[in-house]
Nanobody
């Protein structure tokens, strides 16, 4: 599976951005989808997940502000970010995990930088 992320950029606090991740290749093996971010000098952290059944979960810091979604074919993965704060500044990554019977494979996108100015 190949993942191509896009949509990052510079935005003022309170603004919005939409991140996209285009999945290609063996997308039939995709199970769980995740969005992560990594702020400067910090470890990569989970932001949101979408289960195979479409259930979404979010880290507390983004609840009510971010929305993760995907199409039924799991080829377009989205993260809508609203009411952005300077502390949201980070490189954002999409990740997909395969179904267990495909060997618990994980695939990462290349990351897209989000900068929120105060």
């Amino acid at each position: 599976v190949q993942l191509q992320a896009s949509g990052g950029g510079l935005v003022q606090a309170g603004g919005s951005l939409r991140l996209s991740c285009a999945a290609s290749g063996a997308t039939n093996i995709i199970n769980v989808i995740g969005w992560y971010h990594q702020a400067p000098g910090k470890e990569r952290e989970l932001v949101a997940t979408i289960s195979d059944g479409g259930r979404t979960e979010y880290t507390d810091a983004v609840i009510g502000r971010f929305t993760a979604s995907r199409d039924n074919a799991k080829t377009t993965l989205l993260l809508d970010m609203n009411s952005l704060k300077p502390e949201d500044t980070a490189v954002y990554y999409c990740k997909v995990d395969s179904y267990p019977h495909f060997g618990f494979q994980a695939f990462w996108g290349q990351g897209t930088l989000v900068t929120v100015s105060s």
